[in-house]
Structures are given as C-alpha cells and as structure tokens.
C-alpha cells in the first residue's frame, strides 16, 4: 500500500510540474506580456527551463518510482527558475517575475513534498 502511495504522489507532482512547465510557455501570449510581440527574446531562458521542467514533469508522471534522482533535479531547476526571475525582475514588470516565482514556487513544494514523502517511505 505504501508503494502505491509513493507512485501516486511522485506521480501527482509530476503533472504539477508539467502544467507549470506548459504555463509558463503560455503564460505571455495569454496575459499580455510585451516580449510575446518580440518572439519571447526576453524569456528564452525561462522558455527553456520551462520545457526543461514539462519534460521532466512528464517522466515523474509517468515512471513515478524509476528515477528518484529527478526529484532534485526539478528542484534546482525551480530554484534556478526563481534566480532566473529575479534578475530579469530588475528591468521586466511585476507581473513577469511575479508569475515565474509563483510557478518556480509550486515546481519546488510538489518535488519537495514528493522527496519528503519519498524519505519518508
């Protein structure tokens, strides 16, 4: 039973990871940010942690327990993300930053809470 607890929770933060990935690919056509005009110049980094992130997120979700060494992986990816945001904070708007550190934010509470979970086990 307990197994089955630790694929169903892997797996939930998994697609937690993977919607946060797709969100922030379309957050900017979709709320307006003035890069969306200029091809995502400003946001190609952030772009590529974001598909880095859905990748990721759709390997949890689907092999739950055969790479635990993701769950990390995914953490420092959203810490990264979170650095990333807050040095483009500096000349984007709030809104920009604030997004990027809202889903960074819940990338690393679902892989934290699933790694918890998983030394837990």
Do not use: C, K
């Not at 650095?83 to 604030?98: D, F, K, Q, R, T």
């Amino acid at each position: 039973m307990g197994d089955l607890h630790a694929r169903t929770t892997e797996s939930r933060a998994g697609v937690a990871a993977f919607l946060a990935g797709v969100w922030l690919i379309a957050a900017p056509p979709i709320l307006h940010f003035s890069a969306s005009s200029h091809a995502f110049r400003p946001y190609w980094v952030s772009m590529g942690l974001a598909v880095v992130i859905m990748l990721l997120g759709m390997v949890r979700a689907m092999a739950p327990l055969d790479v635990p060494f993701l769950r990390p992986v995914t953490i420092v990816l959203a810490l990264w993300l979170i650095i990333v945001a807050l040095g483009e904070g500096a000349g984007g708007s709030p809104v920009v930053w604030l997004n990027q550190l809202v889903v960074s934010g819940v990338v690393a509470l679902s892989a934290g809470l699933a790694l918890l979970i998983g030394l837990r086990r």
